[in-house]
């Protein structure tokens, strides 16, 4: 088995280029053939990810966070729209949240992930696409898509440098707090059926959890060709400070506030404000009107530690 391993170097405030040498002598203790090479630039990963496997390799892993990981997805499914699907793709976590790895393959540790590699082990995975804000073309997405509230949160927690994991996440929720809690009006229609309500927070998952440790969809599985959704309604400030520790222990579906549905189609419009989205992260719009998504079933294959 031939691997390409994307490394972006700054992921995880720097990790991911301190991690290199550990990788390099992972790989060559598990006697695996490689080619690394480091991001340059917005999107490289993407190209060198579509280009890798046009040119056959066996597997694109790549040693960064969510965002990284979110462009070799989309790489690799322009290779599969091209007729290129036999690459099948891995994480190695060195970012700051690591959630769609925990999603898709919890393999936790560096060691983990290129043991993975070794044992070869696929599963097939879905990917959702997602057209609307700044991507009317569409964008491919592994683990989430995040609407308002978890929005707000990825876009102030890439303002935090001097910390990772997932105390950035508490800190930024916690100003979230204070700058995001006038709910818009939003249409949601989850396989045709439609309804209308103030949300806050509209998360749409494939995998399990957001923002390094809050569990958003505690019973999702990106194999078994549904979307999870976590739907808050608009709620007080002291209320959503309550919330906050249901998240972090996935309890929060018994509240009053959460609706939690399932749905392989959904479509999003803002009836009155705007949608700030994110995508596995990634800033899909700061104020977008309108989201239609479809999960694609058992769109790649992930190489992750059988359990």
Avoid at 108 to 129: F, H, P, Q, S
Avoid at 215 to 227: I, L, S
Wanted: proline share 4%.
């Amino acid at each position: 088995m031939k691997a390409y391993i994307i490394v972006n170097p700054v992921s995880g405030r720097g990790h991911g280029e301190q991690a290199i040498p550990q990788i390099e002598a992972l790989l060559t203790s598990y006697n695996l053939e490689y080619e690394l090479i480091r991001t340059e630039k917005p999107w490289h990963a993407a190209d060198l990810a579509e280009a890798a496997a046009r040119a056959g390799f066996d597997v694109v892993a790549t040693a960064s966070g969510d965002g990284t990981a979110n462009e070799a997805v989309n790489g690799l499914m322009r290779a599969r729209a091209a007729g290129c699907n036999k690459t099948a793709f891995s994480i190695f976590p060195v970012g700051t949240g690591n959630d769609m790895n925990y999603g898709l393959g919890n393999h936790l540790t560096m060691e983990d992930g290129i043991r993975a590699l070794a044992e070869g082990y696929r599963r097939k995975i879905d990917i959702g696409i997602v057209h609307g804000g700044d991507y009317p073309e569409g964008r491919y997405f592994a683990n989430c898509i995040g609407i308002g509230f978890d929005a707000v949160v990825g876009f102030e927690a890439a303002k935090i440098r001097w910390a990772s994991g997932l105390p950035v996440y508490l800190m930024a929720v916690l100003k979230t707090v204070f700058l995001y809690f006038h709910a818009p009006k939003i249409e949601i229609t989850l396989d045709g059926e439609s309804f209308t309500q103030r949300s806050l927070m509209t998360s749409i998952m494939n995998g399990r959890r957001l923002g390094g440790g809050f569990m958003t969809a505690p019973e999702g599985d990106p194999g078994d060709g549904w979307f999870d959704l976590c739907i808050v309604s608009e709620a007080t400030r002291l209320r959503l400070f309550q919330l906050i520790p249901l998240f972090l222990k996935g309890t929060q579906a018994t509240q009053p506030e959460i609706k939690m549905k399932r749905a392989k189609k959904v479509k999003v419009v803002a009836l009155d404000g705007t949608l700030p989205v994110h995508a596995d992260g990634e800033t899909l719009c700061y104020q977008g009107k309108g989201l239609e998504l479809e999960l694609i079933p058992g769109a790649l294959d992930f190489i992750t530690i059988q359990r």
